[in-house]
T-cell receptor, first 113, second 115 residues
Framework: GNSVTQMEGPVTLSEEAFLTINCTYT??????LFWYVQYPGEGLQLLLK?????DKGSNKGFEATYRKETTSFHLEKGSVQVSDSAVYFC????????????FGAGTILRVKS | KAGVTQTPRYLIKTRGQQVTLSCSPI?????VSWYQQTPGQGLQFLFE???????NKGNFPGRFSGRQFSNSRSEMNVSTLELGDSALYLC??????????????FGDGTRLSIL
């Protein structure tokens, strides 16, 4: 079945450091890929998405490129802030399965000032 | 535009009871999906409703059920509660039409604790 694997956390960075959170997937067909972020006590917010190979999603300084050849969708940000501290989830939605999202385990990011 | 609203935010129940959670989607959204979030299992898909019909279903026992009303509001019900049902239950809505690359918008969840 479809699955998403994320790097384990927590990831602890100093402010203005470079961020990479790895995400790889296994899926049949051509899934759409998403990054969601969850702040304490809240639900998930969509951070960015990509719907086909080589698409780059970007938002609030975060970027991720859909790499079909390596089945990856790594999240990057050039300079993190304390306010970026949260849990980040990689997810896929396979065509033909409506709105069912398959999530990775989540990666906790802690940014120190 | 109002977001996805879930009620109640917190619930405490005892084993064997049943519970009903409510979700009001974003206006105009016809698809509502439910997810269970636990520390051990992460985020798992429960089911999706579209135009009052269940369109997708995850791998949960029959104790978990749902429905959707004509105004797209949705409820999920869990009967004969078990300790393992303690979780954050998240509802997400989307337009629901077309292909699967539409983003889903999540509510803040209902925290269910079973004693």
């Amino acid at each position: 079945g479809n699955s998403v694997t994320q790097m384990e956390g927590p990831v602890t960075l100093s402010e203005e450091a470079f961020l990479t959170i790895n995400c790889t997937y296994t899926a049949t067909g051509y899934p759409s890929l998403f990054w969601y972020v969850q702040y304490p006590g809240e639900g998930l917010q969509l951070l960015l998405k990509a719907t086909k190979a080589d698409d780059k999603g970007s938002n609030k300084g975060f970027e991720a490129t859909y790499r079909k050849e390596t089945t990856s969708f790594h999240l990057e940000k050039g300079s993190v802030q304390v306010s970026d501290s949260a849990v980040y989830f990689c997810a896929l939605s396979d065509q033909g399965y409506g709105n069912k999202l398959v999530f990775g385990a989540g990666t906790i990011l802690r940014v120190k000032s | 535009k109002a977001g996805v609203t879930q009620t109640p935010r917190y619930l405490i129940k005892t084993r064997g009871q049943q519970v009903t959670l409510s979700c009001s989607p974003i206006s105009g959204h016809r698809s509502v999906s439910w997810y269970q979030q636990t520390p051990g299992q992460g985020l798992q898909f429960l089911f999706e409703y579209f135009s009052e019909t269940q369109r997708n279903k995850g791998n949960f026992p029959g104790r978990f059920s749902g429905r959707q009303f004509s105004n797209s509001r949705s409820e999920m019900n869990v009967s004969t509660l078990e300790l393992g049902d303690s979780a954050l239950y998240l509802c997400a809505s989307s337009l629901g039409t077309g292909n699967s690359n539409q983003p889903q918008h999540f509510g803040d969840g209902t925290r269910l604790s079973i004693l």
